[in-house]
């Protein structure tokens, strides 16, 4: 454990991001925003994480090479008036780069999660689009409201897609997906996402 005087503590440091090689990831974070990370594709940063799946590192500092699930385990008094229930951040910020379309898919609520899942958090984040190809869109839910039976048919038969709604988007639109919203990020995205801090995704198809 590092003893840090009250000066040192009150000083900000710097993250290293976890990366993530996702097959429809491009280059962009390399290239754009200096990410060195020896990932290709690099699809995902992790930029502020305590998710084990991928906690972010201390890189400046006399925390650094510290994971920061590690530092707010030793320091909980940084995580402010509203820490996770496990002494984690609540939440995960993700920049993320499609080069193709991503899977369709749906996050659990946090009921469900606590119930069906281990206790684990369910996911409703916020997308903000930091730049977009012309021709680049999202999937947010259904055009219309549509039957379970509906729903699971479409699935078995392939024609799901006549009713996911595309929106076109452009650089600086913003986005709530709340919990059990499908949706999917299009070729062409590149995305800043403020999550909840889970990692439980239901494809519904890639």
Not at 46 to 58: F, N, Q, V
Not at 153 to 176: A, C, H, M
């Amino acid at each position: 454990m590092i003893n840090a005087s009250t000066s040192w503590k009150a000083k900000p440091f710097l993250l290293k991001p976890a990366g993530k090689d996702y097959l429809w990831g491009g280059n962009r974070l390399q290239t754009e925003f200096n990410k060195e990370l020896p990932l290709e594709p690099l699809a995902e940063t992790w930029e502020c994480s305590t998710h084990p799946a991928g906690p972010s590192i201390i890189a400046s500092g006399i925390y650094e090479g510290m994971s920061l699930t590690q530092l707010l385990a030793e320091h909980p008094e940084f995580l402010g008036t509203h820490p996770g229930a496990e002494g984690e951040l609540p939440i995960l910020i993700k920049f993320i780069d499609a080069k193709k379309d991503l899977s369709v898919q749906v996050h659990p609520t946090d009921e469900y999660a606590r119930e069906h899942e281990n206790g684990q958090l369910g996911k409703t984040e916020m997308w903000y689009v930091m730049d977009a190809a012309p021709d680049a869109h999202l999937i947010y839910g259904f055009y219309h409201d549509i039957e379970k039976f509906q729903l699971k048919e479409s699935l078995e038969n392939g024609t799901v897609e006549k009713y996911l709604q595309k929106i076109k988007i452009q650089k600086d639109d913003v986005f709530l997906i709340e919990a059990g919203t499908v949706h999917a990020i299009g070729a062409g995205a590149l995305i800043a996402e403020i999550q909840e801090n889970s990692n439980l995704t239901y494809r519904l198809y890639d």
